[in-house]
């Protein structure tokens, strides 16, 4: 059985820091694509930003909102998925969920999130 | 403001048939699959459907999906009790290189 249990989410003041962890089991992490995807309160869901298999490049690409502030990384040899987040602004305040990421480009792009983790909240408030 | 279109919500009574509808453009869904995610209160997203009409294993086939064109739906036939909650297109956008998300469909019923 897949889990995805995320971590580390809590109250951050506006320019500060915060990193997010997923850890992950019943399936072969290092085989898989990992996304973030975060929900802000009452609202709907945003793709944060995935990051690739190592076997696929190992490279990460983000949403708009958070480019340039937001680091996926992951760690094979402990099944872990991380989010750093800098420069935080109130509007990144958000439950914020670890997903397996499957894509398949044929004529057209097949992606979907299957697996999700319970989510961790995010509040950045001053 | 979200990239793919859906009513805010829809409702039936139960044994009803609900269709949500999800529009978008030639980016997204015009080019690439649609998938569906059912978030009950309190819980993560749930994958309902995938690639425009499949079902993961465990999905009731009350549940379907249908696209043409750059719009798709999600209908929910012999509507239950346990079917009120929100519902989330989405698909693949090229234009942005990632997936892009409706605002969601809150199914009430009644």
């Known amino acids: 059985e897949v889990q995805l249990v995320e971590s580390g989410g809590g109250l951050v003041k506006p320019g500060g820091s915060l990193r997010l962890s997923c850890a992950a089991s019943g399936f072969t992490f290092n085989n898989a694509w990992m996304s973030w995807v975060r929900q802000a309160p009452g609202k709907g869901l945003e793709w944060v930003g995935r990051i690739k298999s190592k076997t696929d490049g190992g490279t990460a690409d983000y949403a708009v909102p958070v480019k340039g502030r937001f680091t996926i990384s992951r760690d094979d040899s402990k099944n872990t998925l991380f989010l750093q987040m800098n420069s935080l602004k109130t509007e990144d305040t958000a439950v914020y969920y670890c997903?397996?990421?499957?894509?398949?480009?044929?004529?057209?792009?097949?992606?979907?999130?299957?697996?999700w983790g319970q989510g961790t909240l995010v509040t950045v408030f001053s | 403001q979200s990239v793919l279109t859906q009513p805010p919500s829809a409702s039936g009574t139960p044994g009803q048939r609900v269709t949500i509808s999800c529009s978008g453009s030639t980016s997204n869904i015009g080019s690439n699959t649609v998938n569906w995610y059912q978030q009950l209160p309190g819980t993560a997203p749930k994958l309902l459907i995938f690639g425009n009409n499949q079902r993961p294993s465990g999905v009731p086939d009350r549940f379907s999906g249908s696209k043409s064109g750059t719009s798709a739906s999600l209908a929910i036939s012999g509507l239950q009790s346990e079917d009120e909650t929100d519902y989330y297109c989405a698909a693949w956008d090229d234009s942005l290189n990632g997936p892009v998300f409706g605002p969601g469909t809150k199914v009430t019923v009644l």
């Open positions: 997903s397996t990421d499957f894509y398949f480009m044929g004529r057209g792009v097949i992606q979907h999130f299957d697996d």
